[in-house]
């Protein structure tokens, strides 16, 4: 039974900085690309950051693009979003996803999605 597993959302002020944290469970971590991706009130879900087991490029969508930064720790089959200088463009909640590619990961439909996590950014 695969599970991910997300950890670490919350209340910021602007300029501020959260990691989230997503722990992945019966995958073959290797072969996953694994995904954050986001969905604030009234919007579509969107992908802004994804990483492969062993890329050194990993994708950003543009409005995180300098602020944020995806990584891997593949001893421990988790996957962590550093988000720092938050807005409250940023608030939202926040999904970690498992796809076998970059390109289904993109569609957002992926089979496997961790619970949500809040993030909450004030001016």
């Known amino acids: 039974q695969v599970q991910l597993v997300e950890s670490g959302g919350g209340l910021v002020q602007a300029g501020g900085s959260l990691r989230l944290s997503c722990a992945a469970s019966?995958?073959?971590?290797?072969?996953?690309?694994m995904g954050w991706f986001r969905q604030a009130p009234g919007k579509e879900r969107e992908l802004i950051a994804a990483k492969t087991y062993s890329s050194i490029s990993p994708y950003y969508t543009d409005s995180v693009k300098g602020r944020f930064t995806i990584s891997r720790n593949n001893a421990k089959n988790t996957v962590y979003l550093q988000m720092n200088s938050l807005k409250p463009e940023d608030t939202a909640v926040y999904f970690c996803?498992?796809?076998?590619?970059?390109?289904?990961?993109?569609?957002?439909?992926?089979?496997?999605w961790g619970q949500g996590t809040q993030v909450t950014v004030s001016s």
């Open positions: 019966g995958l073959t971590w290797s072969a996953y690309v």
């Open positions: 996803a498992a796809d076998r590619t970059f390109q289904t990961l993109v569609l957002g439909t992926s089979e496997y």
